[in-house]
């Protein structure tokens, strides 16, 4: 007697097959590592995405405000369906999947733009709510020249205006995206050590892919990527970084960029290539004239930061 060896129904999944390296039910609610939350106030009600890093992929759902604990998410990027959480992009059965996505960011039109640290890139998806299938496309990528290609500084020997570095090998960086008042994209590149800023105007109606960055911070040109080493002496170096993550723009304009040296530099509103920040904060500054610098363990106090992430 020849027995069926597949099973006929199941406890324990949602269905009979898995396509995800979580052993527990993934079926679309729940996050592992979540990195980042984007509000889309441009729709009624506001939506909210998520970037879900652990499980490959951004959930969206369609009511910031009215969503009940436990909500299933209204709709996955990133992934064929709610179950699936692989790593994907180039190579895999889908280019345009997500690989450790660390940020979102949503602009005055609706567009979510979305970090695929894992795939040295960012996509463009234009109102995925609006989209009437349930696989999600983007239409535009930065870093790129196309949704095929994923190497950091698009395999270059050194970065230019139009690529990223957001994973080397095993490493991946918490680098951020974010809109200015004036629908720029400023992102933190953190492989190459700078932040740069993406113009309105390229990444908008009518962009196409590899858009250049008009301006970068933490490097003199768009060709250098050196970064700071981590010691106590450079954390008072305000025109380099080190991996910068976590960013914010304040009212007034000036820019806060949380880097590897365990600081946020402050910069002056509209700030140029090659800037220096006119503060630094999280550092406890040089040691009393004649006394000796203090010994590590730095003491935490109300002055020092510890590997800050986000702002």
Known sequence: LTLNPNPSRMIGQARLTSSGDQLNLVEGRELNAPMAVAIDTSSTPAAIYVADLGNNRVLGWSDAANFANGAMADLVIGQRDRYSTLPLGPGTALNSGLRGPTGVAVDKSGRLFVLDAGNNRILRFTRPFAQPDD???????????????NAPNQNGPAPTAKTLAFSSGSTLFTSMVLFDAQGNLWVTDGGNHRVLRFPAGRIGDGATNAPEADLVIGQSDFETKTGLQVSGQNQLVKGKMNAPSGLAFDRAGRLFVADGLSRVLVFAPNPQTGAEAVRVMGVLGTAPQGQPPLPPPLPVNETRLLNPQGI
């Open 135 to 149: 696989l999600k496309l983007p239409d535009m990528v930065i870093g790129q020249t196309s949704t095929g290609t």
